[in-house]
């Protein structure tokens, strides 16, 4: 094709200007399109081979944050078990100490508290049981018969206390001390659930 040197100048602007395309022949563009849909085939299978990639990478990503996940879980639990069990037998006994400290005192109470701290004790020896000055007198005024009856003997000795908390006793002998006071005894129980822990 021949250049043209020439400058070349229009009376009126020039409108709707195009390069004129070449016509290709038809095996040309047989081979545009033969071109263009391997370019298509090509990109489509590296763009599934990248997200089949991606998807593994993210399949074993997701297996490990679970595993990882799952052996936290599995740590925690039996952690998690030992403070609740804790936990639920504080309360229990929480709750239970509650109960008896608004229990009201009564006759029978006090009685069966010196029933038990006598039960512990030899018969034979010297027995000295202190009550709170209250018990004490609740017994006197209901003329209770462990005041009247086995416990009048001359070997046992009943005195008030201000150190014996009300529904309590302390039983003292020649052998030792028997504390029946209800504090003692809610610690016991409290100690007995805490080393069964």
């Known amino acids: 094709m021949k250049r043209w040197s020439e400058k070349i100048e229009f009376s009126l602007c020039p409108r709707d200007v195009r390069l004129a395309s070449p016509r290709l022949t038809s095996e040309q563009e047989q081979q545009v399109v033969e071109r263009e849909r391997a370019s298509y085939e090509t990109g489509k299978a590296d763009g599934e081979r ?10 074993t990503e997701l297996q490990i944050l679970q595993q ?24 229990a006994f929480e709750v239970a100490r509650k109960i008896v400290g608004e229990l009201p005192i009564s006759v029978s109470m006090i009685e069966a508290a010196i ?19 209250e018990d004490l007198a609740l017994l006197e005024r209901t003329d209770s018969p462990l005041l009247s009856g086995k416990l009048s003997e001359s070997r046992i000795k009943i005195s008030p206390s201000t150190e014996v908390s009300r529904g309590g006793c302390v039983v003292r002998t020649d052998f030792g001390t028997i504390d029946a006071r209800r504090e003692v005894k809610l610690a016991a129980i409290q100690a007995s ?5």
């Open 50 to 59: 990248a997200l089949r990639e991606q998807l593994v990478q993210q399949r």
């Open 115 to 133: 029933q038990e701290g006598l039960s512990r004790v030899e018969h034979h020896c010297a027995i000295d049981i202190a009550l709170n000055p």
């Open 68 to 91: 990882g996940v799952l052996a936290s879980i599995q740590k925690a639990i039996p952690a998690l078990l030992r403070e609740s069990e804790g936990m639920l037998v504080n309360l």
């Open 193 to 197: 659930l805490e080393a069964g822990i």
